[in-house]
Structure formats: structure tokens, C-alpha cells
């Protein structure tokens, strides 16, 4: 018997869709090709609940991630952490935005900014502004467990893991999805939620990809020092860096715009060098789990911690802890102004195919519009 709808993907947006649809009383199939889910990107990023303060050169994404902000705090307020102060400086060189800049961007956004004097954090003359504003961590473990506890209670969602898709096809107004293990699935709506392996299961369904710069990125843990515990620092707009809480973990992520990308494809599907290195685990076709990958670069905590040091007062101090790396799709159009829209596609009707890329959790409601 055909599935209502089959998801392929649990990241957050997969598993957010499967209780959706679940809900409204459907058939769900959810194929993850990981053992578990939450396993990338959702997991390895900076676990930022997004306002908009990171985009004031794309107002248009610093709106849709504040609309969302709030609702999304309160439906997960379960894994979110707010006590932490939250600070975003403007460094004084090399950088696309100054104070006044940020400080116009943020109330054309209508998001809070306070100013405060740069000398509280930052070594003198390095940067010409900070602010005080409001933005949050989300903790992926405590967001994984009541996922699957919401889903555990609806009999009519079905989770499948080490479930990769090996083949896609249509046949009589049906998708026919295949997976490693052999087994053979129906639906007359097809969701990918793959993110960075979402080109992938384009490819697999006959469409065209979309148009992405693929990065290896590393995010690095740290743990902070007492000044630093219950602070977060983002120093903007250009090759700089930012250490803030990562959800409730207890420890800090340390990212860089310069360093955090180790390797980067503008291929249609993401081809890098270290995949010879993988004994055929990872390919293009094949997107293997990097924080996996015995292939992996490595770390960049040298020149991160050497860049964050260079502008935090000495007392604002961190060591390292681990790295956890993962791969990031940007769309291309993006490097100009660094926005961030989030793509909801149908890229095809009867039976339905509908491709998702998004690089922020709070604009998962989008979905709704298409479920």
C-alpha cells in the first residue's frame, strides 16, 4: 500500500515534516541513510536560534528569521538555552558593515541592539561597535529526543535508519523509491529534506540540481573560561569569527568565517579530493557522514583560536574540547549578499516531488505551506 508521503532526510526538517504530516492522520515514511538521526548538519553548526543580526546585508533574510524567532522559541522551548548574554561587534577593519550600519540595519529589522562600549570584550581599536542583543542556542540532543518521543506515539509514522535511497522512479503516478537494504516503497508525494544531499536525490529523480557552493566545514568545541561562560561574541561582517554557548552542552562553539570552510566544490553534486581517501564510503553520488570520515582535514584550532584571541580582552579565555565536522551547502546567488533564503521547491505535481534547502532551523514552518 502506497505511503501518503515519503521523507527522505531526518534532520530536523524531515522529522518536523513527519510529525506534521503524522498528525493530520497521513502515512509517513521517513528514510534516513545515517543510523541515526540528527547525525550532520542539524547537530554540527553553531546551534544558533537566528533573530537576523547575521544578515545586515540581506534584510529580507533578517525578517523571516525574526518572524519566526519567537514561535519557534516557544514550540522547542525544551532545548533552548537564553541565559547567556549575546554580543555582536563590528570589527573596525576589513569589515562589509560599521557600527552605524548595524545599528541602522538592526532598527530597519526591528530587532533589539543596545550599545555598549567595544572595550568590555574586545582588545582596544579593534573593533568600532558592540551591541547587547537578542538571540538564543538551541541543544540538537534534547531536540532529537522529543522528535522521536512525538513521533513514537503516532502508529502511522514509520522511521527507517541506515536507510539510504538508491533509486527513485515513477510508475503508474506513483514514486517508486528504492533503498540499500533492497526494499521497495510507493508514494504519490516524494519530500526531500537531505540539505546537503539534496542534489543527490534530485539527480536520483531525474531534476535539476540546484545551484550550490558545497563547504567542509569544522566546527570546534571549546570550553570557556568563567568570564566567557555566560557569553556569546560574534564579531561581524567579513573574515572574523564567533564563540558562543552551544545549547546546553556546557561548552562553547568556535567558528570562523575564513577557517570553519576546509574544502570547498562548485560541482552539481559535491565532489572533493578527500573522497579518494574513503575506500569508495564517500563519493559525489554518495554524501558519507564527514565527522565519520577517517579522510577528514585537519583542524583549523590553530588559526580559529589564534583569530578569536587576536580581538577578545585576555580574560575571555576558552580551550579546545573536540571538532565535529559536516558538510554545508550555500547557494550560490548568496555569495553576493550573504543571504539566506530558505528554498521550499515543487518541482513537480502528480505525483509530487518537493525539495527543501535551508541553513536555519527557525524557518522550518515554511514547510507547512506545502504539507
Known amino acids: 500500500m502506497p505511503y501518503d508521503k515519503i521523507i527522505i532526510g531526518a534532520g530536523l526538517y524531515g522529522l518536523y515534516a513527519a510529525r506534521f504530516c503524522g498528525r493530520q492522520g497521513q502515512r509517513v515514511l521517513l528514510l534516513e541513510k545515517d543510523a541515526v538521526p540528527f547525525s550532520r548538519a542539524t547537530t554540527i553548526n553553531q546551534a544558533r536560534v537566528h533573530m537576523g543580526y547575521h544578515y545586515p546585508r540581506s534584510l529580507s533574510t533578517a ?27 563590528t570589527s573596525a577593519h576589513f569589515s562589509w558593515t560599521n557600527a552605524t550600519e548595524f545599528k541602522r540595519f538592526c532598527n530597519a529589522a526591528n530587532i533589539p541592539c543596545d550599545e555598549i562600549s567595544p572595550d568590555k570584550y ?25 522528535l522521536l518521543d512525538d513521533l513514537a506515539v503516532l502508529p502511522n509514522v514509520q522511521l527507517r535508519f541506515s536507510a539510504g535511497v538508491t533509486g527513485i522512479e515513477q510508475s503508474g503516478g506513483h514514486w517508486v523509491v528504492h533503498t540499500a ?8 508525494y516524494l519530500l526531500n529534506t537531505a ?31 568563567h568570564a566567557l561562560e555566560g557569553v556569546g561574541i560574534t564579531v561581524m561582517d567579513g573574515p572574523f569569527f564567533s564563540i558562543m554557548p ?21 560541482e552539481k553534486l559535491p565532489a572533493f579530493p578527500c573522497q579518494a581517501k574513503s575506500g569508495g ?26 583569530l578569536a584571541r587576536k580581538y577578545l580582552r585576555e580574560e575571555y579565555d576558552f580551550v579546545l574540547k573536540g571538532s565535529l565536522f559536516s558538510m554545508k551547502p550555500v547557494l550560490k546567488a548568496s555569495e553576493v549578499d550573504d543571504s539566506r533564503p530558505t528554498l521550499v521547491r515543487v518541482l513537480q505535481e502528480g505525483p509530487t516531488f518537493v525539495s527543501v534547502l535551508s541553513g536555519k532551523i527557525s524557518t522550518v514552518y515554511d514547510l507547512e505551506e506545502v504539507l
Not at 218 to 224: D, S, V
Not at 246 to 260: I, W, Y
Open 122 to 146: 574586545f582588545k582596544p581599536g579593534l573593533c568600532d561597535g558592540a551591541f547587547i542583543t537578542r538571540e538564543y542556542t538551541y541543544d540538537a540532543v534534547l531536540l532529537r529526543r522529543q
Open 281 to 306: 564510503a564517500c563519493t559525489p553520488e554518495n554524501l558519507a557522514n564527514c565527522n565519520d570520515c577517517a579522510a577528514r582535514p585537519q583542524s583549523a584550532w590553530p588559526s580559529m583560536s589564534q
Open 246 to 266: 552551544f545549547g546546553r552542552t556546557g561548552m562553547h562553539s568556535l567558528t570562523s568565517v575564513t577557517f570553519t570552510p576546509h574544502l570547498s566544490s562548485r
Open 63 to 89: 525578517l523571516g528569521t525574526r518572524d519566526y524567532f519567537e514561535r519557534f522559541v516557544d514550540d522547542f522551548a525544551y532545548c533552548i538555552k537564553a541565559d547567556f548574554q549575546q554580543v555582536y561587534a
Open 181 to 188: 537494504a533492497g526494499e521497495r516503497e510507493q508514494t504519490a
Open 195 to 225: 540539505y546537503a544531499g539534496v542534489n543527490e536525490v534530485n539527480a536520483l529523480a531525474g531534476f535539476e540540481p540546484f545551484s550550490i557552493k558545497y563547504e567542509l566545514c569544522e566546527m570546534i568545541l571549546c570550553e570557556a573560561d
